[in-house]
T-cell receptor, first 116, second 109 residues
């Protein structure tokens, strides 16, 4: 099946620094990618929808200047958490929409961000 | 509004059968997904239903009734590794998945 790779899987950073997370579709072209955030024992929260070559669409309440999303190619989307704070510590997951009619999503492995 | 309702937690015995129910309300409907998520990991795809009826895939089966806004995931011959959260996610008219909070399934020996 389709593979989505997310990197890094774990990152620890100091407060005030920026962190970039990459999401790659390895064997298919993903015109649409999604970024989620998940707190422990809670549901996935959609942050933004990223379409190749255009600006991301952010969900209500998500700061677009803080969570910068770039989808410059059909196989790569990046999420940059700018000026990270401890409250940004979370599990960030990307997914890519597969080709075909089902709309099945293929998920990356997730990235656990810890901001000290 | 859009709403997903599934039990928060269920417990079952190894080797048994368990059914996880999901009711939903969405703006339009383009199918329903079930995903499995182990703690600390990303979700993995289990099934997709767009037509009414039962889809069987090995030990897992998924059922959909569009008129009732209802789906269930049936897990047979439960194994300890099936302990996970199971997410019901219908797709709305914009082809966006609407995520419920998931059902935490605990398997006991």
């Amino acid at each position: 099946g389709a593979v989505v790779s997310q990197h890094p899987s774990r990152v620890i950073c100091k407060s005030g620094t920026s962190v970039k997370i990459e999401c790659r579709s390895l064997d298919f072209q993903a015109t649409t990618m999604f970024w989620y955030r998940q707190f422990p024992k809670q549901s996935l929260m959609l942050m933004a929808t990223s379409n190749e070559g255009s600006k991301a669409t952010y969900e209500q309440g998500v700061e677009k200047d803080k969570f910068l999303i770039n989808h410059a190619s059909l196989t790569l989307s990046t999420l940059t958490v700018t000026s990270a704070h401890p409250e940004d510590s979370s599990f960030y997951i990307c997914s890519a929409k597969g080709q075909g009619d089902t709309g099945e999503l293929f998920f990356g492995e997730g990235s656990r961000l810890t901001v000290l | 509004g859009q709403n997903i309702d599934q039990p928060t937690e269920m417990t079952a015995t190894e080797g048994a059968i368990v059914q996880i129910n999901c009711t939903y309300q969405t703006s339009g409907f383009n199918g329903l997904f079930w995903y499995q998520q182990h703690a600390g990991e990303a979700p993995t795809f289990l099934s997709y239903n767009v037509l009414d009826g039962l889809e069987e895939k090995g030990r897992f089966s998924s059922f959909l009734s569009r008129s009732k806004g209802y789906s269930y995931l049936l897990l047979k011959e439960l194994q300890m590794k099936d302990s996970a959260s199971y997410l019901c996610a219908p797709m709305d008219s914009n082809y966006q998945l609407i995520w419920g909070a998931g059902t935490k399934l605990i398997i006991k020996p």
